[in-house]
């Protein structure tokens, strides 16, 4: 028995209400804790990507506990193949599935690049007594991931070496747990790694890739089994399930090699920073504010119709590079930060690039990656396609719309014709060199289309 009390980021998780009681800390058997950390603790402190399917952008807590529901009642065999999926994920990450019967607040962790993400919600545990309540507001928030993996270590340090055994299966306990303890400290950093590469493809060619010229630029703990900073190919390749194929995986680790030892423009290195994915904005809003502190630092007035995208980027020093991909999911990439040459690769072979109109919105979405999306480390290795974070993407979509587009000059050009019609919209899309259904999206978030114009020149009608 013990008490456990929680605090992330000054928020104390753990408070509650007991008959009329405040207390900041849950009394109850901290055994459960403890195994369910080691057992645990290289997903934990390393495993990002989903085994299923989602196109949530929220918090790891908020899309669990949604794809739970959706898919637990379900009587497909392939929806009830996909919820095994989501509940095994959970188990991993889950502070609840350590215990279902503790009074435990409902917490997700889960690494995010070279951070790691803490997120939480308001449910009360399922098993809550009479006049027991959680003092808790959904939440989330990512740290560095020393910040998260010490404080952790050193509970389960304490409680392995603090624990006084009063049965004999106490004993057998603690000895049990010091022994994983253990055996988890001397987990070496390559397996700590491939707790990140979601695919098996991934696992053979950073073997190949090992074995290579390619020196490794990870970082890790020496006295706590945790991975700081991931290799970059570990980073571009491993924390989705990427559907990809081996050799496209050497073609983007050959970009990787051949960028290797550049950096950035000192221009460009004034303008990056890191903006948190969770702002309290719908993620098309925080892009749009995003762009706009862009084309005023690059000095591109709101009313410019056509934005020359590839010359601001050959201005800030950001390398452009075309290679033919064999999947179609992948639609460009993005690759900056410490001794690397910030560079946008745009895959020939996806259909959104065929014609000059979708891929400037490529490089202006990766530019966004580029500018806002690197880890605190300063390093970002980004492909983007339908299974990366749908907020990241979103809000990078959006940023690209702005860059390309301003409501300003959308205006006064919509101003000077009489109608919303389809030849019309077209017309203006090639005017500003952006793609239709793109243009359509934007002119409705800004008003400047009525709902049922936009259903009848994108063919949607409700009926």
Known sequence: MGELCIKVGGVTLTEHRIHGESKEGIQWYLGPVVAWLLSQWKWLMHEEAYTWKTHSGESAAFTVEADLERYMASAYPSDRLVYKH????????????????????????????????????????????????LNLNPGVALFPVEEVAKPLWEFLQWATTSA???????????????????ATQQTQSVELEAAYMADDICHEVMDKIRSSHWIPNGKALTDIPVVTQFDMPVLMFGGLNVDIGTSDVRKLFDVLVQQHRGTDDKELAELVSSPSIYEYLQPYTHGY???????????????????????HLERLGIAIQEIDLKTNSVRGVAIAGEDFLPTIVINTSHKFNNSA?????????????????????????????????????????????MFLATPHALERALNSVSSRDRKVINK????????????LEHLRNFDLISEDDFQAISGYRYH
């Open 86 to 133: 989501i509940r095994a994920w959970w188990m991993r990450h889950a502070l609840r599935s350590a215990d279902p019967s503790a009074l435990l607040p409902s917490i997700v962790i889960r690494r995010v690049e070279d951070t790691i993400e803490v997120s939480w919600l308001d449910k009360q545990p399922d098993f809550s007594p009479e006049g027991h309540e």
């Open 289 to 311: 504010e995003l762009a706009y502190q862009i084309r005023e630092a690059l000095q591109i007035d709101t009313d410019v119709a056509f934005v020359d995208v590839e010359k």
């Open 428 to 439: 203006l899309a090639e005017t500003f060199g952006i793609g239709t259904g793109a243009l």
């Open 357 to 401: 109109r979708g891929r400037r919105f490529t490089l202006a979405h990766e530019f966004c990656h580029i500018l806002f999306d690197r880890s605190r480390a300063k390093r970002l290795s980004h492909i983007s396609g339908p299974w990366t974070s749908g907020r990241v993407e979103k809000r990078a979509n959006a940023f690209a719309a």
């Open 164 to 182: 006084q055994p009063v049965t004999r299966d106490d004993h057998t306990q603690i000895q049990s747990l010091r022994k994983r303890l253990e």
